[in-house]
């Protein structure tokens, strides 16, 4: 059995959309140099590469209802779905993969998901509301009341006792609306209202203030700070930028559109402030075009790079 390669589902979504694009035909010039920044960018991104090399080369030998779907499909997002999750599968398990036997991904079988660029709201009952981010996953037991965030980012507004299980800790509410984002190595909590007890799994409990956000990881807790003008701001559909860098807004622009939104190191450090639709990335790369000394080069659909203007 092959092991889970170690690069994120972005990363996958990003190998299988240059795999896609040159199984239509040869690459243009423009193509080929946004891929070739893609491949350089990130060791991560030549691990993926290669494995879902590996991957399609097992797929052309065998029969199996999953290859066909990968290699004959049309160029849809359902096509796209399949070859993203064998990818993530492995080149050795690709084919033979099955949820009872592996289990792999639980994440992928977690109880409400929300797909990249998508929002979702869940009504738990008793005045209870659950509300997804963009590419999250959790699983909810309603009898227990207990939340597990298998990936991405939660509002939850508990009129009841909530406990909210991470990777790396353990939140315990009261009447509490709270946001809480996975990261790969830490989780980021940010409390609206009510009371929240951080149980980590190293640490000594602690009471997390009204209106403060902190991240911690399995061993280690920040310091409180106070909550940023875009805190819980995607349940509203907004992205809130207050003296943000370009860098970092980009960054977080990118976890609501496939593919890859890169920002040239020449104008990453540049500030932006404002309110953003986040339905309409489109628009707002457009609107950086008219604030900023930026332009937007989109070498794809799924490559979009922001450099210096000329």
């Known amino acids: 059995m092959s092991r889970v390669p170690d690069f994120s589902a972005q990363v996958a979504e990003q190998a299988v959309h240059w795999l896609m694009e040159m199984q239509q035909g040869t690459l243009t010039p423009r193509q080929q140099q946004a891929w070739q920044q893609w491949l350089d960018a990130h060791s991560e991104h030549r691990r993926a590469w290669e494995h879902i090399q590996r991957v399609n080369q097992r797929l052309r030998g065998v029969s199996s209802p999953l290859a066909h779907a990968a290699l004959n499909g049309p160029k849809s997002s359902s096509r796209r779905q399949t070859l993203k999750l064998l990818l993530i599968l492995g080149a050795g398990s690709a084919v033979t993969w099955s949820v009872r036997e592996h289990n792999p991904l639980p994440a992928l079988l977690a109880d409400y998901r929300s797909p990249v660029g998508e929002r979702r709201t869940v009504a738990l009952g008793a005045g209870n509301q659950l509300q997804l981010n963009t590419a999250s996953a959790a699983d909810v037991d309603g009898v227990q009341r207990l939340i597990r965030l298998r990936e991405g980012e939660i509002l939850l507004t508990a009129a009841q006792a909530f406990e909210v299980h991470t990777a790396q800790g353990v939140l315990k509410t009261q009447a509490a609306r709270l946001n809480v984002r996975q990261f790969a190595d830490r989780t980021q909590v ?60 980009l960054e977080e622009l990118g976890r609501y559109r496939r593919g890859q939104l890169h920002c040239d190191a020449n104008v990453a450090d540049l500030l932006i402030s404002g309110t953003y639709p986040l339905d309409d990335s489109e628009r707002i790369l457009d609107l950086l075009q008219i604030s900023l000394p930026v332009k937007v080069r989109r070498f794809t659909r799924y490559w979009v790079s922001v450099e210096a203007r000329v």
């Open 190 to 249: 940010a409390l609206f209202e009510g009371q929240v007890e951080l149980i980590s799994h190293e640490r000594a409990p602690m009471r997390l203030p009204v209106a403060r956000q902190l991240s911690f990881s399995a061993t280690s807790i920040s310091e409180t700070q106070p909550l940023d003008a875009n805190s819980g701001a995607w349940a509203d559909g907004m992205l809130v930028a207050a003296h943000m860098r370009l860098g970092d807004f």
